[in-house]
C-alpha cells in the first residue's frame, strides 16, 4: 500500500503576504479533497484507493496506463459455513389440489441465505424424499391434485410427507427442518368433488333403475282411450339364490298420451333391497327410489322440483328446503360444520356471533373484534391500521412513513444511495503522548455476515517544543488501511480505507508516534461502518 502526503507544509514567514490568501485557498482545496478537512463527502476518490481497497484491479497487472477493471467477486472469500436447522415449518392443505407451506424467515438464523429446497414423499422418510421446489422466500405452494387422485375414495385426496432444507449462497446445504415428515393433504374444491360424486352416484344400480321408462301394458291400442292396472308377483328359489318381487303398474291412455305409474319392491338374496315409485308420461320419467345392499343404503329422487313443507302450513307459507333448478333454496338453516368454497353473503348481524364461550366477537358499536381473527391468510385491498402486532408478515409492497423495527431480515433490498450500513463513531478530546507506536483511540464493530468494513479518522498533532517527525496509522483488525506522517508545526491525522472481513466483532483503531516526544495529538474521532452489499 502506497502512503502519500495529504497535506501541505506550512507556510513559511517569509512569505509575501499578497500571496498568503493564495496559498490558503490552495491548501483549503486540496486537503478538502484529501479529505483532512471539511466534509469527508467531499473526499477526492483515487483510483489507487480502489486499488488499496480491493475493489478494483489493474487491468493489466504491473501497468497503470491500462486503467482498472472491477475485482472479480470470486475473490471474495467464500462463507462456507453449513445453514441451520429451518424452524417454524408448517404444512396445511387448501383447496384447488394445494398444499400450503411456511416457515420462518432463514435471514434470521443466519446471513449468507440463498433459498429453501422443498421435500416431499409418499411415505415418512427423508431418504426417498424427492426435491419438488425451491423459493427464495419463506411461503410455497404444492400443487398435487393430479398426483394425489384416489380412485376409490373421491371425497379425499392423498397426502404426502415434506421436509425443508436452507442453502446458502455458497451453495452449501443444511439438515432437514425434521428427521419426521410434515404430513398434509390438499382439500378436495367443490367442482372437482362435485364431479366426482355425480359421476360415482351415476352409475348405481338404483339410478340407471329409476330412470328407465315404464314398460307399457299390453292390450292397449293406439289412438284409443283405456286405462290398467296390473300386479306381477315373483317368488323363486333356485339353489341357494333367493328372489322376491312386486311391482304394480297404473297405466291410462288419451289420444295417444300415455300417463304411467309403477311401484316396483324387490329383494335379492337377502343381500339387498330395492323400491322405487315411477312416473312415466310419454317417456318423461320422474320418481324416487331406496337401495340398501347392507353396506351402502341409497336414497334418490328425481324430479325437476323438490320441496319440503310443514303440515298445516298455508300452501302460500315460505318452504324451509327446495330443489328448483338444480339449486338448493334453505329458508333456515343451523350447520354445525361446513366448508364454503366461494360464496356470496348479504347483510351479516355481527351482533349474533359469539365464541365457543358465549363471548360475542363483536364491539358496542357492531365492529368484529380483531383479537378474534385467526387465519392462516388474511388478504385484504385496504387497511387502515391504528397499532398492529404481527410475528410473522408476507408484503408483497408496501410505502411505510415511520417504522421502529427491532429485528428485520430481508431478501432483496434496495435503498437510495444504494448502500446499507451499519456505522460507529468514537471520540477523545485529551491530549496523546508517545514516542513509540501507541493506540491513541479505537472502536469496535460486529458484522453479522462478511462484507466490506469502511473506516476513517481524524485529529491534528501540536508540538508542546520544538519540530520532529510524526506517523500516523490507520487499522482494521490489526491490518494498516492508510498510513501517514510529516514535520511540519500541524500534521493531520486524517485517514480512511475499507478492507474485505468475515462476520464478526472488528478493531478498528488509529495509532500515532512521535520519535522525539515533543508532539501531541488532540481532538480524535474514528468512524467505521460495515457496507452489508
Known sequence: MTIRRKTLPALSPKAPAELRPLFAAMAEILETGEGVRGD??????????????????????????????????????????????????????????????????PQRRYGNHAFTRIYR??????????????????????????????????????????????????????????????????????????GQLSGQLGESQLEQDLRARIDLIDGIAPGSVNARIATERTE?????????????TLQSTVSGNTASIQQQATSINGLSAQFTLKTDVNGYVAGFGAYNDGKTADFAVLADRFWIAQPGAASSAVKPFMVVGGKVYMDSTFIRDASIQEGKLGPITFGKIFDAAG?????????????????????ATFADIDTAVIKTAHIQNASITTAKIGDLAVDTLKIKGNAVTVPV????????????????????ITLD???????????????????????????????????GGGTSAWVSAAHSGAIYVGAGSHRVELQFQSPSGKAQMYSRSLFAMGVKR
Open 449 to 483: 455476515q462478511p462484507g466490506w468494513l469502511y473506516a476513517s479518522s481524524s485529529g491534528y498533532i501540536g508540538y508542546g517544543e520544538g519540530w520532529g517527525e510524526t506517523n500516523t496509522q490507520l487499522l482494521i483488525g490489526g491490518q494498516i488501511v492508510s498510513a
Open 40 to 105: 469527508k463527502l467531499d473526499r477526492k476518490l483515487t483510483l489507487r484507493d480502489l486499488l488499496d481497497g480491493g475493489l478494483a484491479k489493474l487491468r493489466v497487472p504491473g501497468n497503470a496506463e491500462g486503467g482498472l477493471s472491477p475485482a472479480p467477486i470470486e475473490s471474495f472469500p467464500k462463507d462456507m459455513s453449513i445453514p441451520p436447522v429451518p424452524t417454524g415449518f408448517i404444512a396445511d392443505g387448501s383447496f384447488f389440489g394445494m398444499v400450503n407451506l411456511s416457515w420462518e424467515p
Open 121 to 194: 414423499s409418499d411415505v415418512d422418510s427423508f431418504g426417498s424424499a424427492s426435491v419438488v421446489g425451491m423459493e427464495p422466500g419463506m411461503f410455497y405452494s404444492d400443487m398435487v391434485r393430479d398426483d394425489a387422485l384416489v380412485v376409490d375414495d373421491p371425497l379425499n385426496l392423498k397426502g404426502y410427507y415434506y421436509w425443508i432444507t436452507f442453502v446458502s449462497a455458497s451453495n452449501v446445504e443444511g439438515p432437514p427442518n425434521s428427521p419426521n415428515g410434515t404430513f398434509a393433504q390438499p382439500l378436495p374444491d367443490a367442482a372437482y368433488l362435485l
Open 359 to 379: 363471548n360475542p366477537v363483536t364491539t358496542v358499536g357492531g365492529k368484529l373484534r380483531a383479537n378474534y381473527i385467526d387465519v392462516n391468510s388474511l388478504w
Open 236 to 248: 323363486r328359489v333356485e339353489g341357494d339364490k333367493a328372489t322376491a318381487q312386486l311391482v304394480t
Open 425 to 444: 463513531f468514537a471520540q477523545r478530546w485529551d491530549r496523546a503522548i508517545s514516542a513509540h507506536w501507541a493506540t491513541v483511540i479505537e472502536l469496535w
